[in-house]
């Protein structure tokens, strides 16, 4: 049995690009974090980004909590950090024991192996579709290198 080809919609939205990034919070002064590619840029000054959420995410929840967001953004040396987030861990451990990270002014981790980093206060936040769009003011971040972010196509716009 072979597998089905995705639709030419999906196809098409697979060209949209978007970086890689690890998304961070703290839940109940927890760090928490995840894989989230759905991040642009949206203001210049103050400076505003926006990062969407799927609905229902324990990480929503913790960034209306925590009131912010930090985004590690992540290039091809540091794409490789993106596998502590995705295995599951049954003993209750969080990915960040296993990666150096520093905080940010606001508190949620950096890490510190990424590209460059953006510490947000949560603006506001806009239902659409499946997920939610969190906006956010920029307040602080810095390059921690010199290089270009990484550039993520999908083969199926319709689905990670």
Known sequence: MTDAQPSSLARALGRVPSGLYIVSSLQDGRPIGFVGSFVAQTGLDPPGVCLAIAKGRDHLLAIRQQGGFVISILDDQSQGL???????????????????????????????????????????????????????????????????????????????
């Open 82 to 160: 993106m596998g502590a987030f995705l295995k599951p861990r049954d003993d209750g451990s969080s990915p960040f024991s296993d990666l150096q990270t520093r905080p940010a002014p606001s508190g949620p981790p950096i890490l510190t192996d990424a590209l460059a980093w953006l510490d947000c206060r949560l603006a506001s936040e806009h239902a659409t579709s499946d997920h939610i769009v969190c906006f956010g003011e920029v307040e602080a971040g810095a390059c921690l290198r010199e290089g270009d972010p990484k550039v993520h196509l999908r083969t199926n716009g319709l689905a990670y």
